[in-house]
């Protein structure tokens, strides 16, 4: 571990002209792989027209983009490979497929949240998992490996492993992405628990590009409170460091309980994050499901419009550029449509039951013994529970 005395090797976005330079770049490696795709420069520009359209309508005004290093790789958000790499132009081919089928009609699915862990050491106010935690985790290696394999074959681009806590079987978790071959980029979504500068370092020579660590309050009492266990901060924090030192990318996400949400608090939590090398920070709203289940977590009208201005204003004001970008899933599941459900994800849990998503569980069958196309087909028909589809499209390069 760390200490308190150690502290993160800060690097800054990559901002400006080199962010503008970048983003043409991207932007002209996304136009050769739509010409690659459809080989008619008309199709090309009107899905190209399409997705541009779509990604003015989410990231609003927002002042340029920025960039983080990953090695020699760029990122701008958890949800879209970095750049450049095998899986970001499989993610492209998928969201164009989508808008301008291209391939055979077949069911193809862009992600998975995979939980690979049903152990946990922490027991957090706001946890699922219920049921699927235990001592024993449900599934063997080579179980996961055949899920694993499975989304590989509908096209899975983008792996989430999370669990339980996944670094609870760290060396499962090293060969799960090392077996699974290039085309897939995966993110580790931890508590931080565990993650040792020497698993750091595994996971990274294992292929992991980033870690997604848990953190739900700038003050180390009410967060070590909030995940039942002292110590949690401090493995946060250790976490962060240990990620950046082997290479990895360090984003965080936020359960925004309603006690937690006001200006000072966001502000606080975001120096500290930017302090820890923090490249994102996804804002996630309690739902009344799990331990929370039949319980008035959800923010009222004032704070769901205080998270949305501050949101905006880190993202489009150049005076807060030095912060994580952020975003509000819950928020653009409101106002764009669901993207999971199988439009674009799903969640597995960890005995591979598959849902629509994290949040809305209702199991639709079986990875490991199933036929996964047609529980994804089955989920897009039946459209996600709890709001409407995102508008015949998966996802967009901006989220
Ligand atoms: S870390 Fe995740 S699985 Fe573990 S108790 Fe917390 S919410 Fe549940």
Known sequence: MTGPGRSAVVRGPITGTRARIITWLVHASVVIIALRAYRSPRMARRSLQHIKQLNGTMRGGEHGQKYYRCGWRL????????????????????????????????????????????????ACEHCLEGDNLGAREHLAIAELEQVLAKFRDLGVVQVFLS??????????????????????????????VGLTAAKARQLRRAGLRSVQIALDHWDEGRHDRFRGRVGAFAWARDAAFNAGQAGL???????????????????????LVRSWGGAYVR???????????????????????????????????????????LSCPDHDRRTLGCFGAGNRLVYADSRAEVHPCPFCRGSV???????????????????????RPAQGFPQTLAN
């Open 75 to 122: 990122s701008w958000t958890p949800t879209v490979p970095q750049w450049p790499s095998r899986p970001f132009v499989r993610f492209v081919e998928t969201i164009l497929d989508r808008v301008q089928p291209f391939r055979p009609d077949e069911v193809r699915l862009g992600g998975v949240v995979l939980a690979v862990s049903s152990r946990c050491p922490l």
């Open 163 to 192: 669990g339980g806590e996944p670094l609870m079987r760290c060396d499962d978790v090293c060969r799960l992405i090392a077996g699974a071959g290039p085309g897939i980029e995966f993110t580790l979504l931890t508590s931080g």
């Open 249 to 271: 990318l360090v984003g965080f996400a936020l359960c925004a309980v309603r006690d937690f949400v006001s200006r000072e608090n966001v502000w606080r939590y975001l120096e």
């Open 283 to 325: 804002i996630l709203e309690p739902h009344a499901v799990g331990r929370y289940a039949g319980r008035p977590v959800g923010l009222d009208p004032l704070q769901l419009s205080l998270l949305r201005a501050i949101h905006d204003e880190v993202n489009t004001d150049p005076a807060w550029a030095h912060l994580p970008r």
């Open 365 to 387: 069958g079986n990875a490991l013994t199933g036929d996964l196309a047609a529980m994804v087909a089955g989920m897009r028909r039946a459209g996600c529970g709890a709001s």
